[in-house]
């Protein structure tokens, strides 16, 4: 199999899997992945369904497009995350069922459970809202994930970041589970949220809980 054919391959099926997963629907969203000198993105307005990988997109840093569609209405949303993150792979906007009730409630998701720690730090923050696919809401990104792999966009969605499409569509799928809970828990009455030390604790081990080998505290007479 061609490097060319397997790229967009893995591309659509990320794409496919994202609304299998029922973290997506219909048209709304779009994946991307990293390439030498740019990426590949999902084509516009078209039904995962119906693409073949050849309908996946090029685009050069530069916001040149290269493919027989036009790239996704965010090709800039996710152009400016790979300019940014060095160590994104992959991107993934979606409309999420439960990310999206909370955008449109314009609530971050805080610290009500240890994983939101999932995306780098205390919180999984909400961007502002702006126009899809325009530059201003591309900034408003780029500033909630200053320090975090995944937000929330302001009556819109998620976007979320990865080293690959495995996890960037792992991501995805727990930044969900965070949000179903935290709307469920809402729904109850106020959360009570942990704190700053005890996220700060859940930090510090996730750096460890990612690297191959025991935990530190397991080295301890073990
Ligand atoms: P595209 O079909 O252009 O990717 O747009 C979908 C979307 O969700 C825009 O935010």
Redesign the pocket.
């Known amino acids: 199999m061609s490097g060319f054919f397997r790229q967009r391959r893995t591309l659509l099926d990320t794409a496919l899997a994202m609304n299998r997963l029922g973290l997506n629907q219909g048209?709304?969203?779009?994946v991307s992945v990293r390439t030498g000198d740019g990426f590949l993105i999902?084509?516009?307005?078209?039904a995962y369904e119906k693409c073949a990988p050849v309908d996946m997109v090029r685009v050069a840093m530069d916001g040149r497009p290269q493919g027989r569609h036009?790239p996704?209405?965010?090709w800039r949303l996710h152009r400016d995350i790979y300019l940014g993150h060095p160590e994104a792979g992959a991107v993934l906007?979606a409309?999420p069922p439960w990310c999206t009730v909370l955008a449109c409630l314009e609530r971050e998701i805080p610290a009500f459970h240890y994983m939101v720690a999932v995306a780098g730090g205390d919180s999984i923050p909400l961007a502002g809202y702006a126009t899809?696919?325009s530059a201003e809401l591309s900034a408003l990104v780029g500033q909630a994930l200053a320090h975090r792999s995944a937000c929330l966009m302001a009556h819109?969605?998620m976007v979320c970041f990865a080293a690959g499409p495995e996890e960037v569509l792992a991501l995805a799928l727990e930044v969900e589970n965070l949000a179903r809970a935290y709307g469920r828990a809402l729904q109850v009455g106020e959360v009570p949220l942990l704190t700053g030390e005890q996220m700060a604790e859940v930090t510090a081990r996730f750096a460890a809980y990612r690297q191959p080998g025991p935990l530190p505290e397991q080295n301890n007479g073990t």
């Open positions: 048209m709304a969203g779009n999902t084509p516009s307005a078209m036009r996704s209405s965010e906007h409309h899809f696919g819109h969605g």
